[in-house]
């Protein structure tokens, strides 16, 4: 066959279109035998069959149906899967409240209601105000999966800086003003008379955050801090510290983020950190606000006790 086809003669081409022909009846008669028996939802799908069945501008309309059908299936499949994500966030957020509520820690659910793109990496304004029981400095927070899907940790969003009846400002994590005392996680600088220390610094939001600049910076590291373990992946929590910079509201053990770089300068170390939570789709967050009332009240019963104690005891002596 190989030499038939290599041979240029007119009576050789007409032999080289027979067999061409054979070739051509051989895989027809191969393709109907394949699928032949081949059914969807008990209808042959077969060319001859379907050619019986239905003429040209059935087989149009049946195709323009098939293909809404597959549009509409696509729509469908977008909104499961947006649920599917919504239903993983509320589990989350419960395990989170009922967390902190072990810890007898009281958290406030808002919504973010206002976000001005001029300070769009600065500030939000949240529905909840004095009315739901915020006050100034109340850390705010949101729920973020840790190592596992159902290990859910609290992140640190930022502050609550201005407080209405019903509404609130929170200056982010992402503006370079705010300061937050941080340490690196599993790293310790070394040993002294007390023990072990943590390598820790103050972070803050890098100059010009935004789409360009998506890290934070953690400041202030001993210049040895590699040494000890600070590297790439290296996760960074709240360390509760305040100092003149950093006034002590965020509570300790809140991630903030992961370490990406590390650099050692003339005095002390950079880390750059990337952000543990998307600051770009925060929609919702929890404010964590105390309960000074509870306080008081246990104040006062702790008095009132003190009173009735050495009431009794003068009582006795009398």
């Known amino acids: 066959m190989v030499w038939v086809f290599t041979l240029k003669s007119k009576d050789i081409r007409a032999v080289q279109s027979k067999v061409l022909g ?38 149009e309309s049946r195709y323009n ?24 966030e509320l589990k989350r957020s419960l395990n989170f409240v009922e967390f902190k509520k072990k ?26 105000g004095s009315d739901d029981g915020l006050k100034l400095n109340d850390p705010v927070m949101t729920p973020v999966a840790v190592d596992r899907a159902e290990q859910v940790e609290g992140a640190l969003v930022g502050k609550v800086v201005n407080v209405g009846k019903s509404q609130s400002t929170v200056v982010l994590v992402t503006d370079s003003e705010c300061k937050v005392g941080a340490y690196v996680h599993g790293v310790f600088a070394g040993a002294n ?61 809140l991630i903030l983020g992961y370490v ?15 952000p543990a939570i998307n600051f770009n789709q925060l929609s919702y ?8 009332n509870k306080a008081l009240e246990v104040g006062l019963s702790i008095g009132e006790k003190k009173v009735r104690e050495l009431s009794n005891v003068k009582g006795k002596d009398n």
């Open 103 to 128: 810890q007898s820690q009281k958290l406030v659910a808002a919504r973010v209601i206002n976000r001005p793109s001029s300070t769009w990496w600065k500030t939000f304004v949240i529905d909840r």
């Open 285 to 292: 967050i929890f404010v964590l606000v105390s309960n000074q």
């Open 193 to 253: 008379d007390k023990g072990l220390e943590r390598v820790q610094g103050i972070l803050s939001g890098a100059p010009g955050a935004g789409r360009d600049v998506t890290y934070l910076m953690l400041q202030n590291l001993p210049k040895e801090a590699d040494r000890y373990g600070v590297s790439a992946g290296a996760k960074v929590y709240s360390s509760g510290v305040g100092n003149a910079e950093v006034s002590g509201v965020f509570p300790p053990g």
């Open 260 to 274: 990406k770089e590390f650099e050692v300068g003339d005095f002390d170390a950079i880390a750059r950190v990337q």
């Open 65 to 88: 149906k098939l293909l809404l059908d597959l549009y509409e299936l696509r729509a469908w499949k977008s909104q499961i899967d947006l649920l599917r994500e919504e239903n993983i």
């Open 22 to 59: 054979i070739f051509g009846i051989v895989y027809e008669s191969l393709d109907e035998l394949t699928y032949e028996q081949d059914f969807v939802n008990g209808e042959p799908i077969s060319v001859r069959e379907i050619s019986k069945k239905y003429n040209k501008k059935e087989l």
